[in-house]
């Protein structure tokens, strides 16, 4: 069985489960370039209804912003990394329902603007992948590790994103939230990357920014969860987590 290395231990396994978002591509170059898109254009809706955002407009996304209204960085205990589509478009609905638009046409407007905010990305193509991403699914597909993908995205954007990143052969399992009942931080997600992927939840790692991840794969029986951040010296929010690294250029895989 390949052995993962992190922190100067060895694990034994025969899978990897990656979140997306945060994980596999770097966050803010993709989804801060949407969030500043989607807060402009709702600003604008709001203008025209008469109103402005109930409260401090970076509690709506959790987003930070610094003096010009640039997106510089994120909570990641919030919506940004962790809201399904859903979730999201109902947080932006409440602001224009509450400026005194009906509900539907609301959830109509706010699905406009993230379309429109999501056309731009397809534009330009906006994915970075994490540093040490590349080598390491090198190293993992040298080793026959099986890989898979568990993500709050749904199916199209995430094999978009994928393909972007020119990754997508890597993973014989992608789990979206659309393919599941339950989301993260339920187990559903990996517990059917598991088995599509023919490997044993006690012989599986995973690999997220979040910890929903975490706690995902403790629900699932997990060999390992393993939290990503570039504060990983201070990343108290991933609670749940038995090991955190920076990037993949801590981890390393053999046989």
Known sequence: ?????????????????????GTLLDLMEMWGTW?????RDMETHLALAGSGFTGDKSLLL????????????YDPGGPLPMATVEQTYGILAWQLYAAGVPWN?????????????MNGLRERRSARPLPGLLPFLRQCQEVSLRMGVVTSD????????????????????????????????????AETACRELGALPEETV???DSNADMQM???????????????????????????????????????
């Open 154 to 189: 749904e199916s199209q954007t995430t094999a978009e994103h994928l393909e972007w990143l020119g990754i997508s052969g890597y993973f014989g399992s992608v789990v979206t939230r659309d393919r599941v009942r339950k989301g993260k931080p339920a187990p559903e997600m």
């Open 35 to 39: 969030a500043e898109s989607v807060l």
């Open 105 to 117: 046409d609301a959830v109509t407007r706010v699905m406009g603007i993230a379309k429109d905010a």
């Open 62 to 73: 959790g987003t930070i912003q610094d003096a010009k209204g640039r997106i510089t960085g």
């Open 206 to 208: 995973v690999i997220g």
């Open 1 to 21: 069985m390949p052995l993962l290395h992190v922190n100067g231990i060895s694990v034994p396994c025969k899978a990897i489960l990656f979140d997306k978002d």
């Open 217 to 255: 794969g403790r629900g699932a029986g997990l060999r390992l969860a393993i939290g990503i951040s570039s504060a990983a010296g201070t990343a108290e929010y991933l609670m749940d987590a038995d090991i955190v690294v920076r990037d993949f250029t801590q981890l390393s895989v053999s046989v």
